[in-house]
Antibody, heavy 122, light 109 residues
Framework: QVQLQQSGPGLVKPSQTLSLTCAISGDSVSSNSAAWNWIRQSPSRGLEWLGRTYYRSKWYNEFSVSVESRIIISPDTSKNQFSLQLTSVTPEDTAVYYC????????????WGQGTMVTVSS | EIVLTQSPATLSLSPGERATLSCRASQSVSSYLAWYQQKPGQAPRLLIYDASNRATGIPARFSGSVSGTDFTLTISSLEPEDFAVYYCQQRTNWPLMYTFGQGTKLEIK
């Protein structure tokens, strides 16, 4: 049974960096048949895909154009997890952040983390 | 950018009734469309992928179909636990983007 467990702070100050981690159990971050995604949800923007990392003989990262200048997604094979860093945050980045496994090739997200409410406020 | 428009915004039905939820794409899309169910305080749950395939463990009363750019989620006979918000989601490749609809709230009448 695949599970994703998120961790990270729920409050970040404006202009600082939002950092979250997603620990994987029951699958591998190096799997050749999955991609590991970050998605957020807010009342104003709805569900918004942020980016993903995946391994196909080498590591790939792909990001939404809306955040591509501010986002880093990093796999950690030693801990079987992946992380999100979003730099220069503003109150508009306030949202519930989810990690999710992406199914290849359909692109559906079949396993989700529990979600982390992140508030950007001084 | 592809826009997914879901209708209706709210659907009021009783247990045992049939629910039909719509998701229309703003332009021609692939069959890589998924449906999710979300309950308050929970993450979305995958119901349907590739327009018509049920995800693991999803009851047979949930079904998906497609006609052109119009996608439909049907719940054949509503159970009390089916009242939730439903989202559709599409993937495009160039540039890579995953887009969600704005959701349909299925509420008890």
């Amino acid at each position: 049974q695949v599970q994703l467990q998120q961790s990270g702070p729920g409050l970040v100050k404006p202009s600082q960096t939002l950092s979250l981690t997603c620990a994987i159990s029951g699958d591998s971050v190096s799997s050749n048949s999955a991609a590991w995604n970050w998605i957020r949800q807010s009342p104003s923007r709805g569900l918004e895909w942020l980016g993903r990392t995946y391994y196909r003989s080498k590591w790939y990262n792909e990001f939404s154009v809306s955040v591509e200048s501010r986002i880093i997604i990093s796999p950690d094979t030693s801990k079987n997890q992946f992380s999100l860093q979003l730099t220069s945050v503003t109150p508009e980045d306030t949202a519930v952040y989810y990690c999710a496994r992406g199914v290849v090739p359909s692109g559906a997200f079949d396993i989700w983390g529990q979600g982390t409410m992140v508030t950007v406020s001084s | 950018e592809i826009v997914l428009t879901q209708s209706p915004a709210t659907l009021s039905l009783s247990p045992g009734e049939r629910a039909t939820l719509s998701c229309r794409a703003s332009q021609s899309v692939s069959s890589y469309l998924a449906w999710y169910q979300q309950k308050p305080g929970q993450a979305p749950r995958l119901l349907i992928y590739d327009a018509s395939n049920r995800a693991t463990g999803i009851p047979a009363r949930f079904s998906g179909s497609v006609s052109g750019t119009d996608f439909t989620l049907t719940i054949s006979s509503l159970e009390p636990e089916d009242f939730a918000v439903y989202y559709c989601q599409q993937r495009t490749n160039w540039p890579l983007m995953y887009t969600f609809g704005q959701g349909t709230k299925l509420e008890i009448k």
